[in-house]
Protein backbone atom coordinates (compact mmCIF):
# COMPACT_ATOMS: atom_id res chain seq x y z
CA UNK A 1 0.00 0.00 0.00
CA UNK A 2 2.83 2.15 0.79
CA UNK A 3 4.50 1.44 -2.60
CA UNK A 4 0.98 2.28 -4.11
CA UNK A 5 0.57 5.55 -1.95
CA UNK A 6 3.85 7.28 -2.78
CA UNK A 7 3.02 6.28 -6.79
CA UNK A 8 -0.11 8.07 -6.62
CA UNK A 9 1.52 11.18 -4.86
CA UNK A 10 4.22 11.29 -7.72
CA UNK A 11 1.91 11.21 -10.60
CA UNK A 12 -0.69 13.33 -8.74
CA UNK A 13 2.23 15.94 -8.58
CA UNK A 14 2.46 15.95 -13.04
CA UNK A 15 -1.31 17.29 -12.95
CA UNK A 16 -3.15 14.36 -13.50
CA UNK A 17 -6.45 15.39 -11.84
CA UNK A 18 -7.96 18.50 -12.81
CA UNK A 19 -10.92 19.99 -10.80
CA UNK A 20 -13.40 22.44 -12.51
CA UNK A 21 -16.19 21.45 -15.18
CA UNK A 22 -15.42 18.79 -17.87
CA UNK A 23 -16.95 17.04 -20.63
CA UNK A 24 -15.79 13.54 -20.55
CA UNK A 25 -16.13 11.10 -23.97
CA UNK A 26 -19.39 10.16 -23.07
CA UNK A 27 -20.70 13.71 -22.98
CA UNK A 28 -21.31 12.91 -19.33
CA UNK A 29 -19.96 16.57 -17.17
CA UNK A 30 -17.77 16.26 -14.55
CA UNK A 31 -16.46 18.28 -11.95
CA UNK A 32 -13.04 16.19 -12.37
CA UNK A 33 -10.67 14.98 -15.48
CA UNK A 34 -8.36 12.53 -14.85
CA UNK A 35 -5.25 12.40 -17.50
CA UNK A 36 -2.72 9.47 -17.40
CA UNK A 37 -1.28 11.05 -20.42
CA UNK A 38 1.68 13.07 -18.82
CA UNK A 39 3.04 10.08 -17.29
CA UNK A 40 4.29 9.00 -20.71
CA UNK A 41 6.84 12.33 -20.45
CA UNK A 42 8.60 10.25 -17.14
CA UNK A 43 9.92 7.08 -18.23
CA UNK A 44 10.53 6.26 -14.56
CA UNK A 45 7.65 6.92 -13.61
CA UNK A 46 5.76 4.52 -16.40
CA UNK A 47 8.44 1.95 -15.33
CA UNK A 48 7.15 2.23 -11.37
CA UNK A 49 3.80 2.24 -13.00
CA UNK A 50 3.71 -0.78 -15.33
CA UNK A 51 5.61 -2.81 -11.96
CA UNK A 52 2.84 -2.04 -10.01
CA UNK A 53 0.67 -3.59 -13.02
CA UNK A 54 2.08 -5.97 -13.46
CA UNK A 55 2.35 -6.90 -9.65
CA UNK A 56 -1.70 -6.88 -9.83
CA UNK A 57 -2.18 -9.10 -12.52
CA UNK A 58 -4.01 -12.10 -11.46
CA UNK A 59 -2.06 -14.81 -14.03
CA UNK A 60 0.40 -14.88 -16.46
CA UNK A 61 -1.01 -16.92 -18.82
CA UNK A 62 -1.02 -14.05 -21.57
CA UNK A 63 0.77 -14.01 -24.70
CA UNK A 64 -0.44 -10.46 -26.30
CA UNK A 65 -0.99 -6.75 -24.64
CA UNK A 66 -2.98 -4.26 -26.13
CA UNK A 67 -4.05 -0.83 -24.47
CA UNK A 68 -6.88 0.81 -24.88
CA UNK A 69 -6.51 3.59 -27.57
CA UNK A 70 -4.90 5.82 -27.16
CA UNK A 71 -4.02 7.06 -23.56
CA UNK A 72 -2.87 3.92 -22.40
CA UNK A 73 -0.58 3.10 -25.39
CA UNK A 74 2.32 4.50 -23.54
CA UNK A 75 1.50 2.85 -20.33
CA UNK A 76 0.87 -1.05 -22.43
CA UNK A 77 3.97 -0.45 -24.29
CA UNK A 78 6.22 -0.36 -21.13
CA UNK A 79 3.90 -3.29 -20.04
CA UNK A 80 5.62 -5.27 -22.90
CA UNK A 81 9.14 -3.77 -22.42
CA UNK A 82 8.95 -5.36 -18.96
CA UNK A 83 7.26 -8.29 -19.13
CA UNK A 84 8.79 -9.62 -22.81
CA UNK A 85 5.51 -10.19 -23.67
CA UNK A 86 4.76 -8.89 -27.43
CA UNK A 87 2.18 -5.90 -28.04
CA UNK A 88 -0.15 -5.15 -30.15
CA UNK A 89 -2.05 -1.54 -31.44
CA UNK A 90 -5.30 -1.00 -31.22
CA UNK A 91 -6.45 1.75 -33.61
CA UNK A 92 -9.52 3.84 -32.97
CA UNK A 93 -10.25 3.87 -36.76
CA UNK A 94 -9.08 2.70 -39.23
CA UNK A 95 -6.62 4.81 -41.59
CA UNK A 96 -9.19 4.66 -45.00
CA UNK A 97 -6.09 3.19 -46.91
CA UNK A 98 -3.33 0.14 -47.04
CA UNK A 99 -4.11 -2.55 -45.10
CA UNK A 100 -7.13 -0.84 -43.32
CA UNK A 101 -6.59 -3.06 -40.01
CA UNK A 102 -8.02 -2.51 -36.67
CA UNK A 103 -5.27 -4.35 -35.08
CA UNK A 104 -1.51 -4.02 -36.07
CA UNK A 105 1.20 -6.31 -34.58
CA UNK A 106 2.01 -10.05 -34.78
CA UNK A 107 -0.74 -12.46 -33.26
CA UNK A 108 -2.62 -15.23 -34.15
CA UNK A 109 -6.49 -16.42 -33.69
CA UNK A 110 -6.58 -17.79 -30.46
CA UNK A 111 -3.90 -16.06 -28.25
CA UNK A 112 -4.95 -14.81 -24.93
CA UNK A 113 -4.69 -10.68 -24.63
CA UNK A 114 -4.38 -8.81 -21.73
CA UNK A 115 -5.90 -4.88 -22.15
CA UNK A 116 -4.66 -2.54 -19.88
CA UNK A 117 -7.29 0.92 -19.48
CA UNK A 118 -6.15 3.97 -17.98
CA UNK A 119 -9.41 5.37 -16.18
CA UNK A 120 -12.52 3.22 -16.43
CA UNK A 121 -15.71 5.93 -16.06
CA UNK A 122 -18.65 3.81 -17.94
CA UNK A 123 -16.33 1.40 -19.61
CA UNK A 124 -17.74 2.08 -23.33
CA UNK A 125 -14.37 2.77 -24.50
CA UNK A 126 -13.01 -0.56 -23.22
CA UNK A 127 -15.69 -2.54 -24.19
CA UNK A 128 -15.31 -0.95 -28.12
CA UNK A 129 -11.59 -2.64 -27.89
CA UNK A 130 -13.04 -5.87 -26.60
CA UNK A 131 -15.25 -6.09 -29.12
CA UNK A 132 -12.59 -5.47 -31.49
CA UNK A 133 -9.63 -7.84 -30.07
CA UNK A 134 -12.40 -10.81 -30.09
CA UNK A 135 -13.34 -9.91 -33.36
CA UNK A 136 -10.11 -10.65 -35.10
CA UNK A 137 -10.02 -14.06 -32.73
CA UNK A 138 -8.19 -12.94 -29.82
CA UNK A 139 -8.86 -13.93 -26.48
CA UNK A 140 -9.51 -11.49 -23.22
CA UNK A 141 -9.23 -13.25 -20.22
CA UNK A 142 -7.66 -10.48 -18.10
CA UNK A 143 -8.18 -6.67 -18.27
CA UNK A 144 -5.84 -3.87 -16.06
CA UNK A 145 -7.26 -0.61 -15.42
CA UNK A 146 -5.24 1.97 -13.40
CA UNK A 147 -7.90 4.31 -11.86
CA UNK A 148 -11.52 2.99 -11.29
CA UNK A 149 -13.78 6.56 -11.28
CA UNK A 150 -16.79 3.67 -9.48
CA UNK A 151 -19.03 5.14 -11.96
CA UNK A 152 -20.12 1.31 -13.01
CA UNK A 153 -17.66 0.60 -15.30
CA UNK A 154 -15.97 -2.27 -13.48
CA UNK A 155 -19.13 -3.97 -12.73
CA UNK A 156 -20.71 -3.36 -16.21
CA UNK A 157 -17.40 -5.10 -17.48
CA UNK A 158 -17.66 -8.00 -14.52
CA UNK A 159 -21.10 -8.38 -15.58
CA UNK A 160 -20.63 -8.77 -19.25
CA UNK A 161 -18.24 -11.94 -17.85
CA UNK A 162 -14.53 -10.73 -18.06
CA UNK A 163 -11.88 -10.78 -14.93
CA UNK A 164 -11.12 -6.88 -14.58
CA UNK A 165 -9.24 -5.70 -12.11
CA UNK A 166 -7.76 -1.94 -10.52
CA UNK A 167 -4.95 0.13 -9.41
CA UNK A 168 -6.89 2.24 -7.52
CA UNK A 169 -10.25 3.83 -6.83
CA UNK A 170 -11.47 7.19 -7.04
CA UNK A 171 -12.15 6.55 -2.95
CA UNK A 172 -9.57 5.47 -2.26
CA UNK A 173 -7.60 8.18 -4.24
CA UNK A 174 -9.84 10.78 -1.95
CA UNK A 175 -8.58 9.55 0.85
CA UNK A 176 -4.63 9.80 -0.12
CA UNK A 177 -5.56 13.50 -0.99
CA UNK A 178 -7.27 13.98 1.97
CA UNK A 179 -4.38 12.31 4.67
CA UNK A 180 -1.72 15.06 2.32
CA UNK A 181 -4.34 17.91 2.84
CA UNK A 182 -4.40 18.23 -1.08
CA UNK A 183 -8.32 18.06 -0.95
CA UNK A 184 -10.58 19.58 1.57
CA UNK A 185 -13.64 17.45 2.83
CA UNK A 186 -15.94 19.53 1.48
CA UNK A 187 -14.58 19.46 -2.00
CA UNK A 188 -14.54 15.59 -1.96
CA UNK A 189 -18.18 15.20 -0.18
CA UNK A 190 -18.55 17.50 -3.80
CA UNK A 191 -17.40 15.23 -6.48
CA UNK A 192 -18.40 12.04 -4.24
CA UNK A 193 -21.64 13.24 -4.74
CA UNK A 194 -21.26 14.01 -8.09
CA UNK A 195 -20.12 10.63 -8.76
CA UNK A 196 -22.34 8.14 -6.63
CA UNK A 197 -24.80 10.14 -9.44
CA UNK A 198 -23.93 9.71 -12.35
CA UNK A 199 -23.38 5.71 -12.53
CA UNK A 200 -23.79 4.37 -16.09
CA UNK A 201 -25.10 1.06 -17.19
CA UNK A 202 -23.87 -0.86 -19.96
CA UNK A 203 -27.71 -1.64 -21.49
CA UNK A 204 -27.64 -4.92 -23.13
CA UNK A 205 -30.75 -3.55 -25.03
CA UNK A 206 -31.44 -0.44 -27.03
CA UNK A 207 -34.06 2.04 -26.18
CA UNK A 208 -36.91 1.97 -28.52
CA UNK A 209 -39.16 4.60 -30.83
CA UNK A 210 -41.66 4.86 -27.97
CA UNK A 211 -38.89 5.50 -24.63
CA UNK A 212 -36.91 7.61 -27.22
CA UNK A 213 -39.74 9.79 -28.07
CA UNK A 214 -40.30 10.95 -24.84
CA UNK A 215 -36.92 12.00 -24.25
CA UNK A 216 -37.21 13.59 -27.71
CA UNK A 217 -38.39 17.13 -27.06
CA UNK A 218 -38.89 18.75 -30.48
CA UNK A 219 -42.27 18.02 -32.79
CA UNK A 220 -40.86 17.13 -35.64
CA UNK A 221 -38.73 14.26 -33.75
CA UNK A 222 -42.04 13.29 -32.52
CA UNK A 223 -43.84 12.97 -35.64
CA UNK A 224 -40.80 11.26 -37.08
CA UNK A 225 -41.02 8.31 -34.71
CA UNK A 226 -45.20 8.52 -34.77
CA UNK A 227 -45.00 8.14 -38.40
CA UNK A 228 -41.86 5.16 -38.12
CA UNK A 229 -44.51 3.45 -35.58
CA UNK A 230 -47.13 3.61 -37.48
CA UNK A 231 -45.93 2.47 -40.97
CA UNK A 232 -43.22 0.20 -38.73
CA UNK A 233 -40.24 1.72 -41.31
CA UNK A 234 -37.19 3.25 -40.20
CA UNK A 235 -36.31 3.94 -44.09
CA UNK A 236 -35.56 7.13 -45.08
CA UNK A 237 -34.72 7.31 -49.31
CA UNK A 238 -32.74 9.51 -50.33
CA UNK A 239 -33.35 10.42 -53.97
CA UNK A 240 -30.23 11.88 -55.23
CA UNK A 241 -31.69 11.95 -59.20
CA UNK A 242 -31.39 15.56 -60.82
CA UNK A 243 -34.87 15.12 -62.61
CA UNK A 244 -38.14 16.20 -61.27
CA UNK A 245 -40.36 13.31 -63.20
CA UNK A 246 -37.23 10.73 -62.09
CA UNK A 247 -37.83 11.57 -58.05
CA UNK A 248 -41.68 11.45 -58.44
CA UNK A 249 -41.86 8.15 -60.15
CA UNK A 250 -39.00 6.75 -57.66
CA UNK A 251 -41.67 8.32 -55.09
CA UNK A 252 -44.72 6.61 -56.63
CA UNK A 253 -43.02 3.11 -56.03
CA UNK A 254 -41.62 3.66 -52.35
CA UNK A 255 -43.48 6.24 -50.89
CA UNK A 256 -45.62 3.68 -48.49
CA UNK A 257 -42.46 2.17 -46.98
CA UNK A 258 -40.45 5.24 -45.95
CA UNK A 259 -40.69 7.19 -42.91
CA UNK A 260 -38.41 10.15 -44.87
CA UNK A 261 -37.59 11.28 -48.40
CA UNK A 262 -34.03 12.94 -48.28
CA UNK A 263 -33.96 15.27 -51.30
CA UNK A 264 -30.81 17.43 -52.60
CA UNK A 265 -32.77 20.10 -54.12
CA UNK A 266 -29.76 21.78 -55.83
CA UNK A 267 -28.97 18.77 -58.09
CA UNK A 268 -32.24 18.88 -59.60
CA UNK A 269 -32.54 20.46 -63.23
CA UNK A 270 -35.94 21.54 -63.88
CA UNK A 271 -36.45 22.16 -59.47
CA UNK A 272 -40.34 24.59 -59.87
CA UNK A 273 -42.74 25.22 -57.25
CA UNK A 274 -45.14 22.75 -58.63
CA UNK A 275 -43.07 20.14 -58.14
CA UNK A 276 -42.42 20.59 -54.77
CA UNK A 277 -46.14 21.01 -53.64
CA UNK A 278 -46.86 18.12 -55.58
CA UNK A 279 -44.24 16.00 -53.56
CA UNK A 280 -45.59 17.87 -49.95
CA UNK A 281 -49.16 16.80 -51.07
CA UNK A 282 -47.44 13.18 -51.70
CA UNK A 283 -45.93 13.50 -48.52
CA UNK A 284 -48.42 14.09 -46.36
CA UNK A 285 -51.00 11.48 -48.31
CA UNK A 286 -48.48 8.89 -47.70
CA UNK A 287 -47.14 9.86 -44.55
CA UNK A 288 -43.76 10.83 -44.65
CA UNK A 289 -41.17 13.95 -44.11
CA UNK A 290 -39.56 15.84 -46.63
CA UNK A 291 -35.20 15.86 -45.35
CA UNK A 292 -33.06 18.84 -47.18
CA UNK A 293 -29.98 17.50 -47.31
CA UNK A 294 -29.02 21.08 -47.65
CA UNK A 295 -25.70 20.37 -45.10
CA UNK A 296 -25.56 24.34 -44.18
CA UNK A 297 -22.16 25.20 -43.05
CA UNK A 298 -22.05 28.57 -43.16
CA UNK A 299 -21.73 31.61 -40.60
CA UNK A 300 -25.44 32.12 -38.77
CA UNK A 301 -26.66 34.99 -41.08
CA UNK A 302 -25.45 33.04 -44.20
CA UNK A 303 -27.04 29.52 -43.15
CA UNK A 304 -30.49 31.94 -42.57
CA UNK A 305 -30.36 33.33 -45.89
CA UNK A 306 -29.50 29.59 -47.42
CA UNK A 307 -32.72 28.49 -45.50
CA UNK A 308 -35.02 31.14 -46.51
CA UNK A 309 -34.09 32.68 -49.96
CA UNK A 310 -32.88 31.67 -53.06
CA UNK A 311 -34.49 29.75 -55.55
CA UNK A 312 -34.92 27.17 -53.24
CA UNK A 313 -36.60 28.38 -50.14
CA UNK A 314 -36.24 25.54 -48.44
CA UNK A 315 -37.83 26.74 -44.78
CA UNK A 316 -41.07 26.86 -47.09
CA UNK A 317 -41.63 23.24 -47.53
CA UNK A 318 -38.71 20.76 -45.57
CA UNK A 319 -39.85 19.48 -42.66
CA UNK A 320 -35.96 18.90 -41.94
CA UNK A 321 -32.62 20.27 -42.81
CA UNK A 322 -29.17 19.36 -42.09
CA UNK A 323 -26.32 21.24 -40.86
CA UNK A 324 -22.62 20.79 -40.08
CA UNK A 325 -21.10 22.70 -37.03
CA UNK A 326 -17.90 23.22 -38.17
CA UNK A 327 -18.86 27.17 -37.51
CA UNK A 328 -19.29 26.52 -33.96
CA UNK A 329 -22.38 26.39 -32.15
CA UNK A 330 -23.49 30.35 -32.56
CA UNK A 331 -23.66 28.78 -36.66
CA UNK A 332 -27.01 27.44 -35.80
CA UNK A 333 -28.70 30.01 -33.79
CA UNK A 334 -30.77 32.50 -34.74
CA UNK A 335 -31.94 30.99 -37.64
CA UNK A 336 -36.07 31.89 -37.80
CA UNK A 337 -36.44 28.05 -38.49
CA UNK A 338 -40.68 27.36 -38.07
CA UNK A 339 -41.52 25.80 -35.50
CA UNK A 340 -42.44 22.54 -37.56
CA UNK A 341 -39.05 22.27 -38.82
CA UNK A 342 -36.18 20.27 -37.35
CA UNK A 343 -32.54 20.42 -37.97
CA UNK A 344 -29.94 17.27 -38.51
CA UNK A 345 -26.16 17.93 -37.31
CA UNK A 346 -23.55 15.96 -39.44
CA UNK A 347 -21.34 14.60 -36.29
CA UNK A 348 -19.45 12.05 -38.70
CA UNK A 349 -19.76 11.32 -42.68
CA UNK A 350 -19.96 8.01 -43.78
CA UNK A 351 -17.18 8.51 -46.34
CA UNK A 352 -13.33 7.08 -45.17
CA UNK A 353 -10.46 9.59 -44.87
CA UNK A 354 -13.43 12.00 -43.16
CA UNK A 355 -11.58 14.67 -41.10
CA UNK A 356 -13.52 14.51 -38.16
CA UNK A 357 -11.73 13.23 -35.25
CA UNK A 358 -13.06 11.79 -31.79
CA UNK A 359 -13.20 15.37 -30.33
CA UNK A 360 -14.68 17.04 -33.33
CA UNK A 361 -17.86 14.63 -32.84
CA UNK A 362 -17.86 14.60 -29.30
CA UNK A 363 -18.04 18.72 -29.72
CA UNK A 364 -20.65 18.17 -32.39
CA UNK A 365 -22.96 16.31 -29.99
CA UNK A 366 -23.06 18.33 -27.07
CA UNK A 367 -24.13 21.59 -29.41
CA UNK A 368 -26.72 19.43 -30.94
CA UNK A 369 -27.67 18.27 -27.48
CA UNK A 370 -27.89 22.43 -26.62
CA UNK A 371 -29.74 23.19 -29.59
CA UNK A 372 -33.65 22.45 -28.77
CA UNK A 373 -34.02 22.81 -32.47
CA UNK A 374 -31.61 19.66 -33.19
CA UNK A 375 -33.70 16.12 -33.39
CA UNK A 376 -30.60 14.22 -34.07
CA UNK A 377 -27.54 13.69 -36.33
CA UNK A 378 -25.49 11.78 -38.56
CA UNK A 379 -23.05 9.57 -37.22
CA UNK A 380 -21.69 5.83 -37.69
CA UNK A 381 -21.11 5.42 -33.95
CA UNK A 382 -23.68 5.22 -31.02
CA UNK A 383 -24.72 8.88 -29.80
CA UNK A 384 -26.68 10.48 -26.79
CA UNK A 385 -30.19 8.86 -26.51
CA UNK A 386 -31.39 12.55 -26.41
CA UNK A 387 -30.80 12.72 -30.06
CA UNK A 388 -32.01 10.53 -33.30
CA UNK A 389 -29.05 8.76 -34.84
CA UNK A 390 -29.14 8.78 -38.91
CA UNK A 391 -27.03 6.42 -40.79
CA UNK A 392 -26.62 6.87 -44.64
CA UNK A 393 -23.98 4.81 -46.22
CA UNK A 394 -26.36 1.99 -45.97
CA UNK A 395 -25.87 -0.95 -48.96
CA UNK A 396 -26.77 -5.08 -48.57
CA UNK A 397 -23.40 -5.60 -50.45
CA UNK A 398 -21.31 -3.50 -51.00
CA UNK A 399 -18.47 -2.32 -48.83
CA UNK A 400 -16.42 0.70 -50.46
CA UNK A 401 -16.55 1.85 -53.41
CA UNK A 402 -13.92 3.95 -55.41
CA UNK A 403 -15.69 7.01 -55.17
CA UNK A 404 -14.65 7.46 -51.38
CA UNK A 405 -18.05 5.80 -49.86
CA UNK A 406 -18.03 3.50 -47.07
CA UNK A 407 -21.53 1.34 -46.26
CA UNK A 408 -22.59 -0.85 -44.07
CA UNK A 409 -25.11 -3.64 -43.64
CA UNK A 410 -28.86 -2.24 -42.16
CA UNK A 411 -28.12 -4.94 -39.37
CA UNK A 412 -24.68 -3.32 -38.02
CA UNK A 413 -26.26 0.13 -37.89
CA UNK A 414 -28.79 -0.77 -35.28
CA UNK A 415 -26.72 -3.62 -33.85
CA UNK A 416 -23.15 -1.94 -33.62
CA UNK A 417 -24.13 1.78 -33.35
CA UNK A 418 -27.92 1.88 -32.13
CA UNK A 419 -29.40 3.45 -35.43
CA UNK A 420 -32.63 4.92 -35.17
CA UNK A 421 -32.86 5.65 -39.11
CA UNK A 422 -31.30 4.60 -41.92
CA UNK A 423 -31.10 6.82 -45.03
CA UNK A 424 -30.43 4.76 -48.69
CA UNK A 425 -29.66 5.76 -51.56
CA UNK A 426 -28.54 4.68 -54.84
CA UNK A 427 -29.36 0.74 -53.76
CA UNK A 428 -32.37 1.48 -54.14
CA UNK A 429 -33.48 4.25 -56.71
CA UNK A 430 -30.41 2.65 -59.24
CA UNK A 431 -32.11 -0.71 -58.51
CA UNK A 432 -34.21 -2.56 -61.21
CA UNK A 433 -37.39 -2.43 -59.13
CA UNK A 434 -36.52 0.20 -56.34
CA UNK A 435 -40.36 -1.04 -54.72
CA UNK A 436 -39.34 -4.30 -54.21
CA UNK A 437 -35.52 -3.28 -53.10
CA UNK A 438 -37.20 -0.72 -50.66
CA UNK A 439 -39.55 -3.03 -48.87
CA UNK A 440 -36.18 -5.33 -48.53
CA UNK A 441 -34.34 -2.28 -46.68
CA UNK A 442 -37.70 -1.68 -45.07
CA UNK A 443 -37.81 -5.46 -43.46
CA UNK A 444 -33.88 -5.50 -42.89
CA UNK A 445 -34.05 -1.65 -41.19
CA UNK A 446 -37.52 -2.74 -38.85
CA UNK A 447 -36.23 -6.42 -37.93
CA UNK A 448 -32.66 -5.05 -37.01
CA UNK A 449 -34.49 -2.66 -35.21
CA UNK A 450 -36.74 -5.28 -33.40
CA UNK A 451 -34.07 -7.54 -32.76
CA UNK A 452 -32.16 -5.03 -30.63
CA UNK A 453 -35.21 -4.37 -28.13
O1 LIG B 1 -26.75 5.50 -50.28
P1 LIG B 1 -26.02 6.51 -51.09
O2 LIG B 1 -24.55 6.50 -50.88
O3 LIG B 1 -26.38 6.47 -52.55
O4 LIG B 1 -26.57 7.94 -50.62
C1 LIG B 1 -26.35 8.45 -49.36
C2 LIG B 1 -26.89 9.84 -49.17
C3 LIG B 1 -26.29 10.90 -50.08
C4 LIG B 1 -25.28 11.63 -49.23
O5 LIG B 1 -25.24 13.01 -49.57
C5 LIG B 1 -25.85 11.45 -47.83
O6 LIG B 1 -26.63 10.27 -47.84
N1 LIG B 1 -24.84 11.31 -46.77
C6 LIG B 1 -24.96 12.06 -45.60
C7 LIG B 1 -26.11 12.83 -45.22
C8 LIG B 1 -27.41 12.26 -45.18
O7 LIG B 1 -26.02 13.92 -44.77
C9 LIG B 1 -23.97 12.02 -44.66
C10 LIG B 1 -22.93 11.10 -44.78
O8 LIG B 1 -22.10 10.99 -43.91
N2 LIG B 1 -22.89 10.31 -45.89
C11 LIG B 1 -23.82 10.39 -46.88
O9 LIG B 1 -23.71 9.61 -47.85
O10 LIG B 1 -27.33 11.78 -50.44
Excluded at 5 to 23: A, D, R, V, W
Excluded at 67 to 95: C, D
Excluded at 220 to 243: H, M, P, R, W
Aim: net charge positive; aromatic share 8%.
Amino acid sequence: MEEKEQFFLEIYNLGIIKFGNFTLKSGMNSPIYIDFRPIASRPDLLIKLSDLLLHEVPSYDFELICGVPYAALPIATTLSLRSKIPLIIKRKENKGYGTERMIEGIYKIGQNCLIIEDVITSGDSLLKTIIDLEKEGLIIKNIMSILDREQGGIENIKKIGYNIRTLFRIGEVFKILKKKSFLKEKEIHMIQFFIKNNIKNIQNKRISYEEKKEKISHPIGKKLIDITLKKKTNLIVSADLIETKKILKLVSLIGDRICGLKLHVDIINDFSYSFINYLKNISIKKNFLLLEDRKLCDVSPTNCLQLHYGIHKISSWADIVTAHVLAGSMSIQNLNIPYHMGLITISEMSSYGGLSDDNYIRKVLNISLKNPKVIGTVAQRKVDDRLLLFTPGIHFYEKKNNLGNRYIHPVQAFEKNESDFIIVGKAIFQSENPKITAEEYRNAGWKAYENGL
